[in-house]
């Protein structure tokens, strides 16, 4: 093995001085909003995001990069009467942001006026910070996510003779401070940190190559799965693919395991976005207060979540977040409403500008392998590919791949799929959540086990 003994300075996540930050921010967030208000806005608003990052990347065993960033993301929007500008820049010297303030302000004077522009009413700015443990720097230094790296892909290569190669393992730190200001006074930044370590594994048989993989991803190090985890677990992910067998065209039950079955409640999110509401472009058009999903089926937002990865206690517009529910017992309770979407709607903002905010789907039966037993005979999903969902009328056609089951035990890998549904009718026929919550995400779910789908196959 080569020597890649790093010998450049010793970057960490643990770079960014917050209290000095937050107050520089502040300030020019400020001096901002003043600056385009002597230029004639009548609102404005600042986001600001700085983000600095080390990754480290091995592949047999070597060293293949190793990659430091700081980041600066900056954006202005102004408001005259009920035109908009915007601006945005990654150069946060004096110079460029009066520049930037002074571009937003150009392009206002000449946009067409919108009766639903403007910054959220102020009554619903957020006031009550919420320690939500976001910021967990640990000091990681290049070496160390270098060492960390190297111990994963060597769980996994040592696993199984039945692997191959690897594609590499990859050790992440970041460190981020997101800052968002107004003219109604509301000022408020927060930082954050995320760590990640995965590992991708090619495993071979005389009918071809498989490729896995697996991660783990948390706010704070500690809670990471340890190294020889991750490195194991994409080898018997990889291996389980080996032996795999085509299967013809049918209908049958479909599993999808917690990673497959977020994707759905993302579709369900974009489908209940403001936007896609007022613009009548979403199956769920009128669908408010009715039963979407069978009756055991809540799903619970929890924007105050410790160590969340959407957690926050204000939105993309400084309005305050709360707990709620986005479907309880199978019914819709609300659409995800911006201050301006819910002005087209003639509704009142939901605090999601930005998304949602921590999903917690409840669990109406146990196991993963129970789960299994209950299908008896069908299809698990462990991987969709192709982006063949139609939010209009709800329409699913995705590539996959997975395992077939029969008598409620796992046969054999299936590839060369293709899964298809119409989404409200997916919904409508969950026919059980499971407990095997996956905590990889925002999105926190169990496998999904729905009661027909079309597989094409051969």
């Given at each position: 093995m080569a020597d890649n003994k790093i010998t450049t300075r010793q970057h960490t996540a643990d770079e960014i001085d917050v209290a000095q930050e937050l107050s520089q921010l502040e300030s020019i967030c400020h001096q901002l909003i003043d600056k385009a208000k002597s230029?004639?806005?009548?609102?404005?608003?600042?986001?600001?995001?700085k983000d600095i990052g080390l990754s480290v990347q091995v592949r047999n065993q070597d060293v293949e990069t190793l990659e430091y960033n700081r980041d600066n993301s900056f954006g202005l929007t102004v408001y005259f009467g009920q035109q908009k500008g915007t601006a945005t820049t990654s150069d946060l010297s004096e110079a460029a942001l009066t520049q930037t303030v002074e571009a937003a302000c150009n392009i206002a004077k000449y946009t067409q006026?919108?009766?639903?522009?403007?910054?959220?009413?102020?009554s619903l700015m957020a006031t009550k910070p919420v320690d939500l443990e976001l910021d967990k720097p640990m000091g990681i230094t290049a070496d160390k996510a270098k060492e960390l790296a190297l111990e994963c892909e060597q769980a996994?290569?040592?696993a199984s003779s039945e692997i191959s190669q690897s594609e590499g393992a990859t050790f992440s730190s970041h460190r981020n401070i997101r800052f968002y200001a107004n003219s109604h006074g509301f000022s408020a930044g927060v930082p954050s940190t995320r760590y990640s370590l995965s590992n991708v594994l090619i495993a071979e048989e005389?009918?071809?190559?498989?490729?896995?993989?697996?991660y783990t991803i948390a706010r704070d190090a500690t809670r990471l799965e340890p190294p020889e985890v991750v490195?194991?677990?994409a080898a018997q992910r990889v291996i389980?693919?080996?032996?795999?067998?085509?299967?013809?065209t049918r209908k049958c039950p479909v599993l999808m395991t917690p990673d497959i079955a977020r994707g759905l409640i993302g579709s369900l999110s974009d489908a209940i976005q403001g936007s896609s509401i007022y613009r009548k472009s979403s199956f769920l058009l009128d669908k408010l207060n009715l039963q979407i999903f069978p009756e055991f089926v809540s799903m619970h937002e929890k924007p105050f979540k410790k160590q969340g990865f959407a957690s926050t206690w204000f939105d993309n517009e400084g309005v305050a977040t709360k707990e709620q529910?986005?479907?309880?017992n199978g019914l819709l309770q609300t659409y995800l409403l911006t201050s301006y979407a819910a002005r087209r709607l003639n509704m009142k903002p939901t605090g999601h500008a930005g998304g949602l905010h921590n999903i917690e789907v409840t669990a109406s039966a146990g196991s993963f392998d129970s789960l299994v037993k209950q299908m008896e005979r069908g299809l698990i999903v462990t991987e969709v590919m192709g982006q063949g969902v139609n939010l209009v009328n709800g329409d699913y056609s995705r590539g996959a791949s997975g395992f077939w089951v029969e008598n409620g035990e796992i046969q054999h890998f299936v590839q060369e799929i293709t899964i298809a549904g119409n989404l409200a009718d997916m919904f409508a026929g969950l026919v059980a959540t499971g407990s095997d919550y996956d905590n990889r995400?925002?999105?926190?779910?169990g496998s999904w086990l729905i009661e027909e789908m079309t597989i094409a196959g051969s």
């Open positions: 230029l004639g806005a009548t609102e404005v608003d600042v986001g600001v995001g006026a919108d009766p639903a522009s403007g910054l959220a009413d102020e996994g290569m040592s005389e009918a071809g190559m498989q490729r896995d993989y697996w490195g194991k677990k389980a693919r080996l032996g795999g067998h085509k299967i013809s529910f986005i479907v309880e995400s925002s999105i926190y779910t």
